[in-house]
């Protein structure tokens, strides 16, 4: 039953396998929006190109016009990429690229997520431990032997006591 079931799933990935590989193969061409969707307009508006919020922003224009100009001379996508980055440094990707110190911005967020998740989990245990009872509620030795004895009197007054 294991191995069929092994054999199983391995068919299923090397399916998704192939079809993704398949994916990336065909790869349309590119377009002035798809390439605005991945780049940053660098007006001061902290925006994607395709979304910066200024009317008549000279940047915008200036940006739109590289790509199309790339997209003309035949260009493919990481090709224009790159070429904004050279022209307008890495700032301009809306995403930073998984290499260098850049691989930070990919990596901190998930590793802060782990440890912090790491120290929640601590402290729940340490919250649902049953905590030590102090010596002095556990013997009652260091209560007063005249309050003790006030306390008993009252409570046999008043009834509350141990009846015999």
């Known amino acids: 039953m294991r191995s069929r079931l092994a054999l199983v799933s391995l068919f299923a990935f090397a399916t998704l396998?192939?079809?993704?590989?398949?994916a990336r193969a065909v790869d349309p061409p590119p377009t002035v929006d798809r390439i605005g969707e991945r780049v940053m307009c660098l007006c001061g508006c902290v925006a994607i190109l395709n979304h910066c919020p200024h009317q008549n922003c000279s940047m915008h224009e200036e940006m739109r016009a590289t790509i199309q100009k790339a997209i003309a001379e035949?260009?493919?996508?990481?090709a224009i990429l790159q070429l904004l980055v050279q022209q307008?440094?890495?700032?301009?990707?809306?995403?930073?690229?998984?290499q260098g110190f850049d691989l930070a911005a990919w990596l901190l967020p998930g590793l802060g997520l782990a440890v912090g998740l790491a120290l929640v989990v601590m402290i729940v245990r340490r919250w649902r431990k049953p905590g030590e009872i102090p010596a002095t509620a556990a013997g009652g030795h260091d209560v007063d032997p005249?309050?003790?004895?006030?306390?008993?009197?009252?409570m046999k007054t008043s009834g509350m006591g141990i009846r015999k």
């Open 74 to 78: 035949g260009k493919d996508e990481n």
């Open 88 to 98: 307008y440094g890495v700032k301009v990707l809306a995403a930073p690229p998984a």
């Open 17 to 22: 396998a192939l079809g993704a590989g398949r």
């Open 146 to 154: 005249k309050l003790l004895a006030a306390v008993e009197e009252e």
